[in-house]
């Protein structure tokens, strides 16, 4: 056991501007590179569709001979900090939060307009993100903060006010590509988080171990690292991170913090949360156990616990430079492995996002295609639970699969205005929209009280949505295949078309003499289009 | 190795460690000497947690009354079952089962550390998992990976009416959600590709379509009861589930749900309505299979993310809680009182009783004792069936 008798994090910044001093190099590449880097076609599209959503031909076609590191670097120094497009208006409203008046003083009006409106603004916000993913200059920057939105979970079902939630976005998305450290600090006092994981309730003398729980479980080390003392123990360090219910900002309250000796991880001292903080970030075990997640994210369900271990080395010594670790991914030998292509599932986000870039389709609104992904299982703001999406295989089920397919099926119906769907949809029972159940999607009301299930509410709920934002998108498949006609060489449009659209080759190799729509929609429907 | 201890060996070693071989043997052990899975299991989630205090009413209890003033069940509109418990009035379609002795109620299900999110207790319900435990797979996905179903089967499952696999979620169930029948038959001919491939991901999204293309060429909508279905969305799915069943080929459990029970305000009105249409709805998926002459072959179970707080609040409703009363039925079912009340001058800090039952209890019934799978391995620990069913 070893006593502090430095604060901790002058500690840490010392010690890692002595790393990043001896180590500086890290990001110049090593080599020069020899033919064998440069990015053929098939590379150029594997990195892009990775690090963004469905690239198009002419962005891979840019691609396309540069060395890996120059595309990575690329990739890297453009990224965004911030949005391009205008958040939802009331997210600059100055001012008090718009907190019911708490519990029970709350008459059931209030209640219900409080839960009304921030179910409006929930989707206000998911229609916002889709649309930033969208049109973003920089797909990197959404992904990655769509990646900590899936590691520092926090749902509006639990957070309720939908501003603290975009509070939150914009947090991950400042940090999406710069510090993991500066992230985790920012995340322990973001008020989302503050009332998702309990911190408000964690008080001296009755610990609320939740956060703290979780800091070592999903956001740093990792199960298997960290004993329930340590809990115990880090739970007493964080008592009194609160928010202050006027304002939503965080606040430390001194009053109810315990300022005894604690030990975590076998460090001693009168410890505070940013200290238990900064002994995580001094673990191995956390740089390892983040670079995993890259990895699975990025490069193959099966990370190389190597290439892991040498990964995570150098991201602990940039001081957890994020864009340190994905440099060192998108230039490794295994990313670009034939075994690793195609061998990621789509999340919904990917797949409709994708589509749509992939697609040059520039839809009127965004919503319905966030309300299109929550109904394929991923509803943003809203994870499952505090371990997030469990993606992958998981991804796809007798359910979701015919959800993807019919969202794919009515993109790529050309201009056939009867819709089955819709049809269906109305035969099914009218709908009022614009009431429902809190955080959870809107679940419309249903005019004759129990006269729908809520399966079939929710699949006329995707079936409107689809409508709605198919409706207000273009695409011309005639013109689309003419693109290829430049660079496809012998390929014909098929081959070229597939090339584009799967990374693994086709189920079933679409009949090249197809009239272009159904040539679009058979490789879409293809089961390799579900995979990345 | 009798064949017990065979399957708990199944159950308990992962397939794929075994020879190619002998892994087809243990399946299809498991499935035609073991597990007998033409036994229907009917799962009904009661959603947004029901009040289980006003669904079996401690009439007789003075404290219930204190704390719940305003929507306590008068004593005289209870149904009674007993000298100290009964039903709430809209169960009264259910007497005839009680009497015939095929409903049992199972008082104070719940588990220990309660959770009191909706989405985080259901999911421990739904995976069987300890209150601090997080597991991907649904607890019937771990019994059908441990016995599998007959492949001629159209499905593992079929959930009808909620886009949540809940117990079937995760790897390797063969699960199907449907609104109804026929509008899935539809929907599935976007299922085209049947393949296999060496690409972990892409087989996974083949099996899936084969899944989905199998339980199509398996179920239709044809049977014509003669059992009249109650309007609205619950009957629907009732008759939903009839017409799965009376599909030749089998399905070996079905979930519905009815869903509105998050009753935190105005709560008399609203469940007054849910359990007439649960009431209405389990007369008449007794009669639908009683056509079927599939009645001694289904166990019906309720279920829910938890109960209510015993004190109701000043809305007029009550809010989470924790054990609650749940309902066995079916033509083998040994009716009666099972577990005990919670007791409602022992509640803990913040208002909640104590369970009797550890709903993992009831799933082991289902699986020992209904379909012959063993339970242990399966339910993160060793729980004791009830005795709910007869010989």
Known sequence: ????????????????????????????????????????????????????????????????GMTRE??????????????????????????????????????????????????????????????????????????????????????????????????????????????????????????????????????????????????????????????????????????????DRQTGQFVFRRFIHDDGEKTV??????????????ILLGEPATAEFVTRKLWREFVSPDPDETAIRRIAQRFRDSRYDIKVALYAIFTSDAFYASENRGVLVKS????????????????????????AAAGMGQNLFAPPNVKGWPGQETWINASTLLARKQFLERLFRGDETSSRMLADANAQGTLTANAGTMGALPRQAIQAQ????????????FMRAMERGVSSVQFESGLWLTQFDASRGTRSRSGAASRLLLATAPQSVPDASSEPLALVRALVLDAAYQLK | MDRRHFLKFAGSVPLAALAPALTAEVAWSATLAGADYRKLLLLIELKGGNDGLNTLVPYA?????????????????????????????????????????????????????????????????????????????GWLTRAFGAAPTPRSFAADGVIIGSPDLG?????????????????????????????????RALAHILKVEADIIQAASHLNANYAFKTEFPQGGFGNAIRTACQIVANEAGVAVVRVTLTGFDTHSGQPGTQTRLLSELAGGVVALKSALEELGKWNDALVLTYAEFGRRPKENLSNGTDHGTASAHFALGGRVAGGLYGEQPSLDRLSGDGNSGFAIDFRSVYATALDRWWGVPSSGLLGGTFTPLPILRA
Do not use: C
């Open chain 1, 450 to 461: 129990g006269a729908l299930d809520p399966e079939k509410a929710r699949q006329i709920r």
């Open chain 1, 348 to 371: 919904p986000i990917d797949l409709v996002v994708g589509t749509l870039r992939q697609f040059d389709m520039k839809p009127g609104e965004a919503t319905p295609f966030a309300v």
């Open chain 1, 1 to 64: 056991m070893r006593l502090l008798t430095l604060p901790m994090r002058d500690a840490f910044a010392f010690a890692f501007i002595a790393v990043a001093m001896s180590l500086s190099p890290v990001l110049i590449p090593m080599a020069s590179a020899s033919t064998a880097d440069l990015l053929t076609y098939d590379d150029a599209r594997h990195l892009l569709n990775r690090a963004g959503f469905g690239a198009t031909e002419s962005e891979i076609q840019r691609a396309v």
């Open chain 1, 70 to 243: 120059r595309a990575a670097r690329n990739l890297l120094d453009n990224a965004r900090t911030s949005p391009v497009s205008a958040p939802p208006a009331w997210t600059a409203e100055a001012g008090a939060l718009r907190y019911p008046r708490r519990g029970e003083n709350a008459t059931e009006a209030e209640k219900k307009m409080f839960q009304q409106e921030q179910i409006r603004e929930g989707l206000e916000l998911r229609g916002w993100w889709v649309g930033e993913m969208l049109s973003t200059p920089s797909p990197l920057t959404e992904r990655m903060t769509l990646f900590w939105h899936n590691h520092f979970v926090s749902s509006q079902q639990k957070v309720k006010l939908a501003e603290l939630m975009y509070r939150q976005n914009a947090t991950l998305r400042a940090n999406a590509l710069g510090s993991f450290a500066d992230l985790l600090h920012a995340i322990a006092r973001d008020p989302a988080m503050v009332i998702y994981l309990d911190s408000a309730q964690n008080r001296k003398g009755s610990p609320n171990e939740n956060f703290a729980r979780e800091v070592m479980e999903l956001f740093t080390l990792g199960e298997g690292h960290y004993t329930e003392q340590d809990i115990k123990e880090a739970a007493r360090a964080f008592t009194g991170w609160s928010l």
């Open chain 2, 167 to 199: 117990p079937l979620a995760g790897g390797g169930t063969r699960a199907i959600a449907l609104a109804n029948t026929e509008q899935f038959l539809r929907q599935a001919r976007l299922a085209t590709t049947e393949g296999q491939s060496r690409n």
């Open chain 2, 61 to 137: 209890n003075p404290t219930y009354y204190a704390l719940r003033p305003k929507i306590g069940i008068p004593r005289e509109q209870v149904v009674q079952l007993s000298d100290s418990v009964g039903l709430h009035p809209s169960l009264e379609p259910l007497l005839p089962l009680w009497k015939n002795r095929e409903l049992a109620v199972l008082q104070g299900v719940g588990y220990p550390a309660p959770n009191l999110s909706h989405f985080r207790s259901i999911e421990i319900w739904d995976t069987a998992s300890k209150s601090e435990q997080y597991l991907q797979d």
């Open chain 1, 265 to 278: 991880l076998g460090r001693t001292g009168k410890l505070d949360g940013d200290q238990v903080l900064d």
